[in-house]
């Protein structure tokens, strides 16, 4: 079923040449956009507790997006899978990498972005998770992953999230003063 989900998606690519522009621009540029509506979060006026708590989910979405990665690449040592194109007839419309298949660190960093963000129940965080959809089916259409390689990515990176998410009572001591400093400075 993987492959069969794969030879469907990557499919797409080659057929036309606006839509290779599509995936390859989805694949590459939407963990920027991604960051860049972080930002956005960070500095976007508003009252001072509705502020402090944007401000806390962003911190929480950088620390779930780096745990992840971090899971990832422990369960790439652990278990090496070759990408897709090595083995099978794809259309690459991404340069190639040697780093495993499995998981997908887009599909991490992306999730681990937004689940914070979806677990706070606010907006940013549905505009965030289709995002992390997007960018996860964009790079199985660019012949870079499986479905499961991007499956597992945004296991991880809502795993790592949910641990973030259950430890921020602990995390919070170790914020506020990097937060109290980060307002001093107006960076915040």
Known sequence: MDLSLYDALNDLAGQA???????????????????????????????????????????????????????????????????PYVSHPSTMLLTPSGDPSFPSDHAVGAFGLAMPFVFARKRLGWLLLALALLVSLARVAAGTHYPSDVLGGAMVGTVAAGIVWSARLWIEPLIAPCLLLARRLRLA
């Open 17 to 83: 040449s606006w839509l290779d522009h599509l995936i390859k621009g989805v694949a590459t540029y939407t963990p920027v956009i991604m960051a860049g509506l972080l930002v956005a979060a960070w500095f976007w006026p508003g009252p001072g507790r509705e502020r402090a708590e944007r401000e806390r989910l962003v911190i929480y979405a950088v620390s779930a997006a780096l745990l992840g990665l971090a899971l990832s690449q422990v369960i790439g040592h652990i278990w090496f899978r070759d990408r």
